[in-house]
């Protein structure tokens, strides 16, 4: 089976910088879309940014000019590299990916256990 395993949260305060990372292991024929997503106390998830297997990125306009997303498609693995934190970011960030795990069968979503974001002010 396919697990997908985030790294790099924590606590941090205002302006400072993280980076979270996601692996992908398991059975994979092919990585379509890897994203991540947020979901703060109260609040919905939301989808944060997301890059396609051909390296195109979009952002939610929150995180604009301030968060970058990332792909080594070599290591199966997504990053997201957070500058100049605010306290609203704080929240628990998941991976997700689009896994082909069998031939000729479309790919499947799967995500992370997720990872603890916080920011003080």
């Known amino acids: 089976q396919v697990q997908l395993v985030e790294s790099g949260g924590g606590l941090v305060q205002a302006g400072e910088s993280l980076r979270l990372s996601c692996a992908a292991s398991?059975?994979?024929?092919?990585?379509?879309?890897m994203a991540w997503y947020r979901q703060a106390p109260g609040k919905e998830r939301e989808l944060v940014a997301v890059v396609s297997s051909g390296g195109r990125t979009n952002y939610v306009a929150s995180v604009k000019g301030r968060f970058t997303i990332s792909r080594d498609s070599a290591k199966n693995t997504a990053y997201l590299q957070m500058n100049s934190l605010k306290p609203e970011d704080t929240a628990i960030y998941y991976c997700?990916?689009?896994?082909?795990?069998?031939?000729?069968?479309?790919?499947?979503?799967?995500w992370g256990q997720g990872t603890q974001v916080t920011v003080s002010s």
């Open positions: 997700k990916a689009q896994i082909m795990d069998r031939l000729y069968s479309p790919a499947n979503d799967y």
């Open positions: 398991g059975r994979i024929i092919r990585i379509n879309d």
